[in-house]
Structure formats: C-alpha cells, structure tokens
C-alpha cells in the first residue's frame, strides 16, 4: 500500500465546523475505501486558525454530527501550524477568510486549498470509483487526492464562482442553536460531492 492521503479542514476555534466536518467526512470516506481487514487509505485532521487548544469538540455541533453518523468522541481542538498544512496533501476551510490565512501561514499550498463547499461545486464531476479512475485510486490513495485536488485547482476560473454566501460555512460559535442547523446543512448539502470525487 502507498503512502496514506492526508486531508486537513480548518476553521477558527476547531471546536464547531471543521471537527464536524473532519469526523463526517473521515466517516464518509471509511464506509467506501475500507474493506474488511484493510487499513485507512485516506486520514481526515483537522485544526483551527485561532483554536481553543485541547477543548472538547462543541456539544451542539456534536449533537448533530451523531445525528449524522459522525462520532465527537476523543475530540481535542488544535491549532494550525505551517507543518500540518504542509504534510496535507488538500486542505479544505470554512470560509474564504480561513483559505486566505492558510495561505498566508504557507504559501506553497495555495494551489491545494479550497472552502469545502468551494471544493464540492468545483470537483462535482468527478467520481473515483469510475472505471478510469478506480485502480489509480485504489493503488495510490495519496497520489489521487493529489490528482484531484489539481483538477480542482485547474478549474478555478474556468465557472463562474460560487457567491461568498454559498462558498463560506456558516459560524455557530456562540450562536443560537439554529445556527448549527444551518452549519451542518451546509456541510451535509456539499458531502456527497467531496466523498464522490476522493472515494467513490
């Protein structure tokens, strides 16, 4: 087996979106890369820009990730670092706000940065399980998540973006519970695509 692909999700205090994302989207991707016996071929981090290091993931958020088929157990926030964008082969963020800081704190990675949502609308054709695409992803996990992150990138400009309001994941932090409602509709609304294009 190659290298493992790495993926990181940013948000600000990774205590709401981006462990809520990071927890569904590793499950998401378990269900279709895993098979009995087998290793994880693509691992799901993340951390925050200005992160509540070492809290426990926010119980609200929580609350829907289970209702989702997530799960926060042994959640604890960390912060972003050059290091852990670097060793990521795609980084994908809350909101254009947090793609420009991880730009900033890395450069080199600009290229492999995207909003999640951004990421969905741009790798919507993809599908990896096709009959092109199944034994590169399978063979190389590492090298496919590279291959679509630059398909991604190189579609940048090509459509009409997204408007900010459709790009950016709403922050719940501190907010009434609806506003998580609307966090994780976001997040579920985009997830098919994004599992779709890395998975399968």
């Not at 269900?31 to 509540?52: C, D, K, N, Y």
């Not at 290091?83 to 420009?100: F, N």
């Not at 590169?136 to 998540?145: E, F, N, T």
């Amino acid at each position: 087996m190659s290298d493992q692909a790495r993926i990181l999700i940013v948000c600000t205090g990774n205590i709401c979106r981006s462990p809520f994302i990071e927890r569904l989207l590793q499950r998401r991707l378990d269900e279709r890369t895993i098979g009995p016996g087998a290793e994880r071929t693509i691992a799901v981090r993340s951390a925050g820009t200005g992160a509540l290091i070492g809290w426990a993931m926010d119980e609200r958020a929580a609350a829907h990730l289970v209702a989702h088929g997530g799960d926060p157990a042994g959640f604890s926030a960390r912060a972003l670092s050059p290091a852990l964008i670097a060793e990521s082969d795609l980084v994908l963020t809350a909101t254009r706000a947090h793609r420009g800081k991880v730009a900033v704190m890395h450069p080199q990675a600009l290229r492999r940065v995207f909003t999640f949502r951004d990421f969905a609308d741009l790798v919507k054709g993809i599908d990896g399980l096709s009959a092109l695409n199944a034994p590169v992803m399978r063979a190389d996990p590492a090298g496919w998540v590279r291959q679509v992150t630059e398909e991604a990138a190189a579609g940048r400009g090509l459509n009409p973006p997204l408007k900010p309001v459709h790009a950016d994941i709403v922050d719940p932090y501190g907010r009434q519970v609806e506003v998580f409602a609307v966090m994780a509709r976001q997040v579920v609304g985009s997830m098919p695509a994004v599992v779709r294009a890395l998975a399968g």
